[in-house]
């Protein structure tokens, strides 16, 4: 079973950036389909972003897409959100959430096994 833990959140004003990384542990990280999805308060969580097992894929929530930027260091144990250009609506408790089989549907919260505690991001005017 693996586990995973976010860090990097913070408070960043509009317009900067922020980079989030997941660290993976008790487990084969290469072998996870990994996400993040993020969650504001009173709203449902949604999907941000994804990438394959081995970063030949990536995928992403048209609010975000040409802003943040999904990677993975396989070596580390690690996915990464480069998360650029921000702004008031991405605050948010951002999570990653790693998948052991394919999925049908990248984007929905039901296909990922595991997921961590969250880091809250707070953007600032």
């Known amino acids: 079973q693996v586990q995973l833990v976010e860090s990097g959140g913070g408070v960043v004003q509009a317009g900067g950036s922020l980079r989030l990384s997941c660290a993976a542990s008790?487990?084969?990280?290469?072998?996870?389909?990994m996400g993040w999805f993020r969650q504001a308060p009173g709203k449902e969580r949604e999907f941000v972003a994804a990438i394959s097992r081995r970063a030949v894929n990536t995928y992403y929530a048209d609010f975000v897409k040409g802003r943040f930027t999904i990677s993975r260091d396989n070596a580390k144990n690690t996915v990464y959100l480069q998360m650029n250009s921000v702004k008031s609506e991405d605050t948010a408790v951002y999570y990653c959430?790693?998948?052991?089989?394919?999925?049908?549907?990248?984007?929905?919260?039901?296909?990922?096994?595991?997921w961590g505690q969250g880091t809250q991001v707070t953007v600032s005017a």
């Open positions: 959430a790693a998948a052991a089989e394919s999925l049908s549907v990248v984007a929905s919260p039901r296909g990922y096994n595991y």
């Open positions: 008790g487990g084969t990280f290469s072998i996870y389909f």
